[in-house]
Structures are given as C-alpha cells and as structure tokens.
C-alpha cells in the first residue's frame, strides 16, 4: 500500500479522522484513529519504551491496524491505528 502524508490541523487526543479519495475514479475511504499513550499507563512498568509500546499495541482493539508512531514526548506517544477493511 502506498503512502500519502496529510496534515491535519491540530492533532489532539482520541481523534477519529475519515479520508475519502479517488484513484483512477474508484472512490475509496479509510479510518484512522489518533490516540495518545501515557508512558506512565504501560501495563507493565519498564524503562523500554519500545515494550511499552507493544504492550499498548498487542492489547488495542482487534478491528484497528497500527499505521504510525508519532514522535515521542516526556509523557506521552501519539499513535495512528487506520480501521481494518473488509476484503
């Protein structure tokens, strides 16, 4: 799948964004789910942040993919999950 990057105007907490396009005419749409993780909320506590972020991943919701890590602050990463398509 090809990537195509796009702003959205301010990102906050447990956004749910739609993204219709149109390739070659055929219109398409996709979900996406912005939500931010507190490192002080891993389920298991460690100073690995790379496991923190499994852990977080392996338990999100099973309809959701994971699509992007954001940039990680002193609190929290912002994390982008795109909703499963029906084949």
Known sequence: MSIIGIEI???NEDQDIE???RVNGLKKQY???V???YWDEC???TDDRAACIRQLVANYDPEWDLAHIGL???DYIPITFRKKRNS
Do not use: A, I
């Open 9 to 11: 105007p301010q990102l």
């Open 19 to 21: 993204v219709e396009v």
């Open 31 to 33: 979900n996406y789910r």
């Open 35 to 37: 939500e931010f993780f």
């Open 43 to 45: 389920p298991y506590p």
């Open 72 to 74: 990680p602050g002193s």
